[in-house]
């Protein structure tokens, strides 16, 4: 099973976590949330990122839920990453690229899997009031 680590500013991620729990259903294997606190030192981000990737390196793969590129999680996952041979950061994390995750982790491989969550995630980001106006 390709395994998830969540990283996200507060609670953040907890919080999509429980959501997409609520609509796929319980994750009982294979997830980590990291929430990064401005009270935690960057050397404490760094040692629990580390050690979540530790617990959770899978030969199917890992993969970063992450809610912001260029903030704090970001930088820190990637020189962490990089000698991940099965292994994508996705940034800009959202409730659809959340429960793709979740739904898809056991029947995907890899690469379809990350290719999934960020068509899911772009698919989420849209305006729908429009919709209702067109004839």
Do not use: W
Not at 26 to 42: E, Y
Not at 64 to 88: Q, R, S
């Amino acid at each position: 099973m390709i395994n998830i680590i969540v990283i996200t500013h507060g609670e953040f991620g907890a919080y999509l976590i429980e959501a997409a729990e609520g609509i796929v259903g319980v994750q009982t294997a294979g997830l980590k949330n990291v929430s990064i606190s401005p009270r935690m030192t960057l050397e404490k981000v760094k040692e629990t990122a580390a050690k979540a990737i530790e617990e959770m390196r899978s030969e199917d793969g890992l993969i970063f839920l992450i809610d912001m590129p260029g903030g704090t999680p970001m930088n820190v996952v990637l020189p962490l990453a990089k000698d991940i041979e099965k292994c994508a950061v996705i940034c800009g994390v959202n409730i659809n690229m959340m429960t793709s995750a979740f739904a898809y982790r056991q029947s995907r491989d890899f690469d379809g899997l990350t290719t999934k969550i960020i068509e899911d995630g772009r698919k989420a980001i849209c305006e729908v009031k429009s919709l209702l106006m067109k004839k």
